[in-house]
């Protein structure tokens, strides 16, 4: 079964250990107001308009400009000679996905990486990960699974058997601010990771700082009093809000809602990790150790 990528990320440093090769599918059930990745929420292709490369040549008629905010494109997208147009969503075969990441294998034998799978949500195409992920294994390639959690347990704990390391985003504890902030409950979340837990050996929680929506003490010492029983969690990765995103929504015709929020420090960072090495945590800020 094809999958739905829209973009390889090489070299990677923050993806799971060594160098990595990072695939990000399109598809995601959370829609997070923060979201870095928002060209990944829609299953279906999109396209973007860079507006600082487009010279008005003319080839994209009114009709395909006008349709540029519903995530419509020209027929022909590599027509545009200046690259403007971009085609985000493109359709792989897993062997053929494969065969373009085992380029790669020399990086990740001699620095310890391998091949994260992350998006959007992988789980939103799990025949197509379990596929790719088994020819990597195959291959003895080291795989990560980078997922919201998002997803029913039987899809999860499928795909969490098949790969090396799990990559798993805690964002809030309390669910109605949960709600508010991603459009979903995270009961099923929660669940879904007490249960991982007890079935997978290696666990890296990722919890996303976001100034003024979860990075209050209430919230990060809940986080923390729910992972510390959990052994399989070998370590928690503080990743800072950044800005990125925000110039993704404007090409895509989206307002974005959090546009004065600022990243946290690396001084407040710190100070939130202690919240989670208190409690016998390894914590890193940044993805950095």
């Known amino acids: ?10 070299y990677s440093l923050q993806d799971g250990p060594g160098l990595r090769s990072t695939v990000f599918m399109k598809g995601c059930p959370l829609a997070c107001k923060w979201c870095h990745n928002p060209e990944s929420q829609s299953a279906e292709t999109e396209f973007l308009r860079l507006e600082n490369r487009c010279m008005c040549c003319g080839r994209c008629t009114p009709e395909e400009l006008a349709g540029h905010a519903a995530g419509k494109g020209p027929a022909d997208v590599d027509a545009c000679p200046t ?3 971009q085609q985000v969503g493109q359709a792989v075969e897993p062997a053929d996905l494969v065969r373009q990441l085992l380029r790669d294998r020399i990086f990740f034998d001699e620095s310890g990486g391998g091949v994260t799978f992350s998006g959007g949500e992988p789980l939103q195409q799990t025949a197509f990960l379990l596929d790719a992920l088994a020819r990597l294994r195959a291959e003895g390639v080291h795989t990560a699974l980078d997922t919201c959690g998002y997803a029913p347990w039987e899809r999860l704990e499928s795909a969490a058997r098949m790969a090396s390391l799990v990559l798993y985003d805690l964002k809030l504890m309390d669910p109605e601010r949960h709600r508010a902030a991603t ?4 009961r099923i979340i929660l669940d879904n ?10 666990l890296w929680i990722r919890v996303p700082v976001i100034p003024g929506l979860n990075d209050d ?14 052994a399989a969690v ?7 809000y950044h800005r990125t995103g925000q110039a993704k ?4 015709g989206l307002a974005y809602a959090l546009p004065d929020l600022q990243p946290p420090t690396p001084q407040r960072l710190e100070a939130l990790a202690e919240v989670f090495r208190s ?11």
């Open 183 to 186: 459009g979903q409950s995270n």
């Open 234 to 240: 070998r370590r928690v990765d503080l990743l800072p």
């Open 279 to 289: 409690r016998g945590l390894v914590t890193c800020t940044g993805g950095h150790p």
């Open 249 to 252: 929504f404007a090409r895509m």
């Open 1 to 10: 079964m094809p999958g739905s990528i829209f973009n390889i990320q090489r």
């Open 217 to 230: 003490l209430e919230n990060l010492q809940a986080t923390a009093d729910f992972l510390a029983p959990l």
């Open 83 to 85: 690259g403007a147009m």
């Open 193 to 202: 990771l007490r249960a991982l837990a007890g079935v997978h050996p290696e």
